[in-house]
């Protein structure tokens, strides 16, 4: 299974911008469907975006859809999160994930990164 570390989160204000970083191990990067998710203090795990591994279509959840950009950067092994425009409900600890199913829902995700937190506060 491929290693995953996450790093970029931080404290920002509303309005402002982070990009999280998704560094995997191993050289089968490409083979792998990445996503982001993220779990807010009391609340479950949810999904946040995931980019194909097979031609790199992205998909999102409604609640950033248009402020978030996922992307990825096979030679580098990284995949990344774009965050603008952020808002006070984008705080949450934030986790890369990958799996090798198709057409994946969150259970089928099975390397996960350690998180990195975001908090979104004036």
């Known amino acids: 299974q491929v290693q995953l570390v996450e790093s970029g989160g931080g404290l920002v204000q509303p309005g402002g911008s982070l990009r999280l970083s998704c560094a995997a191990s191993g050289r089968t990067f490409s083979s792998y469907t990445m996503g982001w998710f993220r779990q807010a203090p009391g609340k479950e795990r949810e999904f946040v975006a995931t980019i194909s591994r097979y031609d790199g279509s992205t998909y999102y959840t409604n609640s950033v859809k248009g402020r978030f950009t996922i992307s990825r950067d096979n030679a580098k092994n990284t995949v990344y999160l774009q965050m603008n425009n952020l808002k006070p409900e984008d705080t949450a600890v934030y986790y890369c994930?990958?799996?090798?199913?198709?057409?994946?829902?969150?259970?089928?995700?099975?390397?996960w990164g350690q998180g990195t937190q975001v908090t979104v506060s004036s």
């Open positions: 994930a990958a799996t090798q199913v198709r057409g994946a829902t969150e259970a089928d995700f099975h390397s």
